[in-house]
């Protein structure tokens, strides 16, 4: 494989590791009760996003998702901000105004995570056009799930990206389930990524649990974006390891059981694997990681900490932000 | 006395209708197995299968189309949309489609369908899952919109559209479907059209539907300790508007609260006030004060919520003002 | 090629003539200033129509749109009926309340012309779960442009009725412009067609312009549509020879020239082309043909008889027809 | 006195604008070469060619989100949507994005964008080519929404609505399009959120905007003769909206009627008759009137739609039960 320098490696694998703690931190507080609003956690996908946006530069925008967070860490989402925005604090990214689904750092280009599933697609084309329109060879890239892949917007989106031959990458986050509703049984191909052949895009299908996988299509659908050669499909076939929002419970006993998100567990961890590689190929040390997943336990607690003393906006704060220099 | 819950008493009606007309289908995202992502259809799937109960595609337009699609060839389907902000997904389905075939066609065929819509902000869930969209309905003639407020409601309510030849959009506050309530054993169903007082009064009229309904009443019950006596009238729905029942409280109590979890403007309580103030003109003591959320999207901390969406606290005060 | 009975064929010439002879009026009427609204004609397209209703019963379904003539009359609609209705007459067939993009026959399965472009889709699609769920094995049919071909209701559409393998058939009439849009300029695929493979569907592209070769292959989809095996997508090149309204006029040549129009009118008319066919293969007779013609000559003028001997309905006649036992 | 169209007036506007401002740009269905399906780009192509003036796929949503994802990074786009009611299929861009993400991002976002958006009925174009839609985003906090009646209004306010930092939802009335009217040569703007007086009177306040608007100004100008003197407000905006005008008017009339082409029910009249009754509840002398469409789709026939749009007869017997 061509080589990545290890400390770019390094940069992936602490990114992975922050997502994965930061999510179940996110889950152990709303647990008890201390975070309020709903949360879909990335665990499991963590590969996904870290693969692929290792490949942006800071300039470069993404959209995100309901399921967002692990994409804003990987883009370089601060955690206190980020989990003050949990908390509803005055703090956080949106001053407690957007919560889990809205968060967004326009100076990074995070163009926002979005309640509603695959509407980022048509935003982030318009961002590839406006990086065009510039001159600029930023890119920009779109994640969505396999059921967003179904919403008409997708077409849209996906046909104008590629007539106008815009800097633009369509990430189909296909964990094989939208909420309860498994993708075979909704969606009328197998592989999402054979939908490209309708607009005239590359599309490449991959496994979503290997980051270098990831890291290295994704690479190279980036090149081809800077290059001025036009948007690009990838489907990373991931899992979700956990319910689709936290407090599924029991329900999602209802569409998959027990034993398939254990198989998913021990085979296809992409943090798992990834140490595991890193390891094997002894490109660093079992102990050294292990003192990166400490670091990272200490950047958590104090995000939570943070938070945790950060104030509440006042009540009248609500009408505030609306528009730009206020309208009443 | 039987008490089941708002949710439950809605799989009743669906399931005791379905039971009667083989017609009937239902279909929406996860409203199978898994029972519909606020339990809509908890139950449903075992006992109608996949047939009948059908999981869709994440493809609202899509659902609303295929629904009308087979609402006009002899089917009578229900189609769930997960929650109120995505009808913006399904707009020309609903109100270029569904909401004018029938008159467009010049009175030629039916559209027996319902469009089931779970709203509510207050689950700190913010701006893009916590919307109350009934008002463009309101503006949009061809639909007929139902927002019950109790289990019992809402079963005889549901009951009516599902049985209508009209398209209906049904509103149910996903803040309800866990709330208790008495309803019958037997067959009953209530009229599409006709507001409910729930509370009678002579002091003043406060108009309000679903779960802002429930606020009103309850700020009601306190006030009657003060000596205050309120009339609490449901509106059950608002398409067709009861505006009789309206207008013979205001002639009573001459003063008029109107209260519901939309936003201020443009909202279902300008019609109201509009209409009230054109046919009760003469009646009126005061001007008639429209309580509502504030004109900002729904922010997602609790305290920025809470001050948005009108609370106890509100209804009580403003209601107060008018009084004295 | 395959054997189509003579009567089938004069049917086939008397609907294509009709389609013909009733725009021709209609544009006449309309240039007159008599018939008031919107208007888009069929003229060069008549063999798209004709080719693939010729295969459907009269209780199978289509779903029309704008440019929606001659569909009904390929479906059977009555040209009285339809000409009261563009003058606004009560005898028209919505009471005057729907004009040309709103004619509808329920009782021959004419689910309606449509002003919102591509919107017939997921209504034809319901209409064909409708005829699965009776167990009937009824087909229905969606026609729109290449230009709907863009909006996302045909990427929901197409999907979900493939999912459930529905007996539906999609026709996409790519007559090469979306008002004055060109297909390829808009269109990341060169053909339609192409798009079947994003749902696992059977893709043809035809000669729209030549009936038989319409009718050959519709007959193919509409047989395994009712076989239960599913959706097809039938792209027909066709070409419309008059403005995208009636009125159009030079605006036209912003997008095309009078010499594509004209070329287009030489080579490619589908009756011409259709005419000379039976007549070199001594089926018909020219001069059986041009009583034929006659005939229909008779029957527009009566149509447009009964449409001008019409009364236009009452003012207070806005009210009624909303909903079934009205109200208010 | 320079007199042009006011489609040429808007034209005017966005010319003169992109010629200051690179980063602006125009795209829609048809709106090239072509100049627009209603003439709403004519010539514009020719002056600054395909890369600024964008040719769209038929695809409304898309349409928005791509304008949406160009404001927010840099540019500012003007998003034509080919007419109103076709905005049903860009809801969800509009209304959960467009309108929302200053808000939801904590004010960290500037959306400086313009929809345009040609509307109008009465040009026998039937239910899905005749919706008057504002009042939909008259109930979606974070839009401005214009809605111009002349040539000098359009130019002034659409230059507004291009240099805002806010998303601005702008429409024009088609059959508004070839209307002639003064416009200077020189440089102008229309700050959007003031009402204007159209003409001054006494006796009755009559309020409008856009194509209506010009029906009620020829009806109060022949009511001059018959010596009632009648204000004729033209809102110019529907949010911002100039509640103080309005109010300044009515405690000098008393009395007040709203035209709009838009129907009845859930209409832009219903907010302005109860905010009206809130604000000036003790100097109205009679109930508020609103004169509208007729909550029906709007029919084909000319005989039908005649009787569903407000005409200036029925603008002018209103007027006069009001007075006597
Ligand atoms: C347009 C839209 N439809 C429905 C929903 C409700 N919803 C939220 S997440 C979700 C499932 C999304 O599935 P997928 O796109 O595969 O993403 P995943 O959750 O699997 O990461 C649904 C149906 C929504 N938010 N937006
Ligand atoms: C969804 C939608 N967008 C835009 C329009 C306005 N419009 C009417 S016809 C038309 C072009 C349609 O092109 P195509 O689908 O190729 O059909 P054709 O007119 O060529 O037969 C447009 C843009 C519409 N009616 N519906
Ligand atoms: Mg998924
Ligand atoms: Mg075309």
């Keep these: 494989m061509e080589n990545i320098e290890e400390e770019k490696l390094l940069d992936m694998y602490k990114k992975m590791v922050r997502i994965r703690k930061f999510e179940e931190k996110v889950e152990e507080l709303h647990i008890k009760g201390i975070l309020p609003g709903l949360k879909h956690l990335y665990i499991g996908e963590e590969a996904v996003a870290v693969g692929v946006i290792s490949c942006l530069r800071k300039d470069d925008y993404i959209g995100s998702t309901h399921r967002g967070h692990g994409h804003l860490i990987a883009k370089g989402g601060d955690v206190k901000l980020m989990m003050a925005e949990l908390y509803g604090k005055k703090t956080g990214y949106c001053k407690g105004k957007g919560g889990s689904m809205h968060i967004a750092d326009i100076n990074i280009g995070i163009l926002g995570a979005n309640g509603i599933v695959a509407a980022n697609i048509p935003i982030v084309g318009g961002a590839a056009l406006s990086s065009k329109m510039r001159k600029k060879d930023q890119v920009a890239v779109s994640f969505f799930g396999d059921g967003g892949a179904n919403e008409g917007i997708f077409h849209e989106g996906l046909n104008l990206a590629s007539v106008w031959k815009l800097p633009a990458i369509f990430v189909c986050e296909n964990n094989f389930y939208a909420i309860s509703t498994p993708q075979e049984k909704v969606t009328s191909v197998e592989s999402i990524a054979k939908r490209a052949s309708s607009y005239n895009i590359p599309g490449y299908s991959v496994d979503g649990t290997d980051v270098l996988e990831v890291y290295r299509v994704a690479k190279e659908a980036v090149a081809r974006a800077r290059k001025g050669e036009g948007p690009s499909l990838i489907e990373c076939k991931t899992y979700r390891f956990k319910g689709h929002y936290v407090g599924e419970g029991q329900r999602e006993l209802s569409y998959r059981s027990r034993d398939e998100v254990k198989r998913y567990w021990e085979e296809k961890c992409p943090i798992k694997k990834f140490k595991n590689y890193l390891i094997k190929e002894n490109i660093f040390t079992q102990s050294f990681l292990e003192d990166i997943e400490k670091e990272v336990d200490k950047e958590i607690d104090e995000a939570v900490k943070f938070a945790e003393e950060s104030p509440y906006p006042l009540p009248e704060e609500a009408l505030e932000d609306l528009f730009f220099e206020g309208v009443k | ?69 087979a609402a006009i060839t002899g089917m009578r389907p229900i189609a769930e949309i997960m929650f109120c902000d995505l009808l913006c997904l399904a707009m020309d389905q609903i109100v270029n489609q569904v909401a004018k075939v029938r008159y467009m066609f010049g009175g030629k065929v039916k559209v027996p369908l319902v469009i089931r819509v779970p709203f509510g902000g207050l689950r700190r869930a913010a701006a893009q899952h916590s919307q109350h969209l009934e008002a463009w309905f309101l503006h949009t003639p061809g639909l007929k919109i139902v927002t019950p407020s109790t289990p019992y409601d809402v079963k005889g309510l549901l009951k009516s559209a599902i049985r209508d030849d009209n398209p209906v959009i049904f509103f149910e506050h996903i803040l309800l479907f866990q709330k208790k309530g008495y309803v019958p054993e037997k067959e009953y169903t209530i009229p599409i059209g006709k507001a409910d007082v729930k509370k009678e009064g002579k002091d003043i009229t406060l108009i309000s539907y679903s779960l802002m309904l429930q606020r009103c009443l309850s700020v009601a019950q306190n006030l009657e300790k003060e000596g205050i006596d309120v009339e609490v009238i449901d509106l059950r729905s608002l398409f067709p508007l009861d505006m009789e029942t309206i207008i013979n409280s205001v002639k009573k109590t001459g003063k008029v609260v109107i209260c519901h979890q939309a936003c201020l403007r443009g909202g279902v309580g300008a019609e109201i006030a509009a209409q009230i103030q054109e046919k009760a003109f003469d009646f009126l003591d005061a001007p008639i004060k429209r309580i509502a959320a504030r004109d900002v999207p729904v922010p997602f901390s609790p305290v920025l919520e809470d001050f948005v969406v009108p609370t106890e606290k509100r209804i009580e005060e403003e209601i107060k003002k008018m009084l004295y």
Tied chains: 1, 3.
């Design chain 2, 1 to 69: 006395m039987r008490e089941i819950t708002f949710g439950e008493a809605a799989c009743e009606a669906i399931s005791e209708e379905m039971e009667k007309d083989e017609r009937i289908f239902y279909m929406g995202e996860d409203v199978g197995r898994f029972g519909g992502s606020y339990g809509t259809t908890k139950g449903l799937f075992e006992k109608f299968g996949e047939e009948r109960i059908k999981d869709t595609p994440m493809s609202e337009a899509a659902i609303v189309g295929f629904a009308l699609g």
